[in-house]
């Protein structure tokens, strides 16, 4: 049996689109799903900033202030860009802007090299923009630029927030302050209160007297380590952090982050570090409507990106191999052959007729 032409043309089509099924699903989705190269992500955050009050010897009352993040793409080479994260704070006793550059994979928003030309900071492979796709809730770290060291984030549980599902996830770390922009002035602070070198020592005497004023669980590690200490003691400013995320379990976004750091002057006796004083706390959030927009889009992407990776590529396979079921089912008929005995009797009926 053969093809009708319109049969053949029904074949063809169907063909076509099964084959722009795949392309759909094995080409543009990937393409979807990678770091675009223009991005536009902003985010606020509010929290509360106690400071040390010296009448109090002790944190004082909270500030109010805000940080507005954004995070936009410098540069793209193949499946590498370039993104930096601009931070800027407002506060009552003045603002202030930090800036960070990274590499990322767009592909999986992991850490790479620099391209050519570039500097970014090592983020010690941790997550500085987003999680991956489909994210494991397991083996994930934050870096903190305060301290440039990576947060270890454990899974604590699941929940839905804004209508996501989301990883929670906690960190803990201690470290000492690394980034220059935080750490000079924070320095030049306890240089002008001891009077004497660079924020990197305080005077021997002024660790006895502020022994003398500590709970006496305190002051007792304190003193008993000044005893073979210089006249001055080097000291160490760390900060303690605690971070709670929720994390989109399908595009591995963080919707809300909620952070707990409190900077700490220490001395440093030998290999250990002997807690003198806090100095700050600062406990920050992602604000409500910050969440309420990152969950909205990632909804409105959620529902684009199963039309285009499931229904579309499955309507186009159904249609073509329909086509091309109606084109198997309309072939067109060979004309029959008659048998060889069929043609002798015939031709001896065409003989008997000539001779008679």
């Known amino acids: 049996m053969s093809l009708r032409r319109s049969s053949l043309v029904l074949a063809i089509v169907g063909v076509l ?12 989705v990937p393409s979807m799903t990678k770091m675009p190269t223009e991005i536009d992500s902003r985010s606020t955050y509010t929290g509360s ?6 009448s109090k010897f002790a944190l004082g009352d909270g500030v109010a202030f805000t940080v507005a ?4 793409v410098d540069h793209v080479d193949g499946d590498v860009a370039v993104i930096t994260s601009v931070s800027e704070t407002q506060r009552p006793t003045g603002d202030s802007t930090s800036s960070h550059t990274y590499a990322l994979s767009r592909v999986d928003y992991t850490q790479q090299s620099a ?11 941790g997550m500085v923009f987003s999680l991956p796709m489909n994210p494991s809730p397991d083996g994930n770290t934050l870096y903190d630029t305060v ?18 599902d989301v990883f929670e996830l906690r960190g803990n770390l201690t470290a000492p302050i690394a ?8 320095q030049a602070g306890i240089a002008a209160m001891a009077g004497v070198g660079d924020g990197s020592v305080l005077p021997k005497q002024t660790l006895q007297v502020l022994a003398g004023v500590l709970p006496p669980e305190k002051a007792q590690p304190i003193t008993a380590a000044l ?6 003691v080097p000291v160490v400013l760390t900060v303690d952090t605690t971070i709670d995320m929720n994390i989109d379990t399908r595009f591995g976004s963080p919707l809300r982050s909620v952070q707990d750091q409190t900077t700490v002057l220490n001395m440093k006796n030998g290999d250990e570090l002997i807690p003198l ?11 409500d409507a910050s969440v309420a927009n990152t969950a909205s889009k990632l909804s409105s992407s959620e529902t684009m990106l199963d039309i285009v990776s499931k229904w579309l590529p499955l309507l186009l396979t159904v249609i073509g191999v329909v086509l091309i079921a109606v084109a198997f089912l309309r072939r067109r008929p060979e004309p029959a052959t008659p048998s060889a005995g069929e043609v002798d009797d015939a031709s001896g009926d065409v003989l008997e007729a000539t001779t008679s």
């Open 17 to 28: 689109l099964i084959a722009a099924a795949a392309l759909i699903r094995f080409v543009l």
């Open 277 to 287: 004083l806090d100095l700050s706390r600062a406990v920050v959030s992602t604000d």
């Open 115 to 125: 391209p050519e030309g570039f500097e970014v900071e090592d983020q010690k492979g």
């Open 227 to 232: 005893a073979a200490q210089p006249d001055l």
């Open 147 to 164: 301290t440039r060291e990576a947060i270890t984030l454990e899974h604590v549980g699941d929940s839905v927030l804004e209508g996501r």
């Open 179 to 186: 980034d220059p922009a935080v750490l000079a002035p924070a």
């Open 69 to 72: 993040r954004h995070v936009d």
């Open 49 to 54: 900033l106690q400071s040390f009050d010296p």
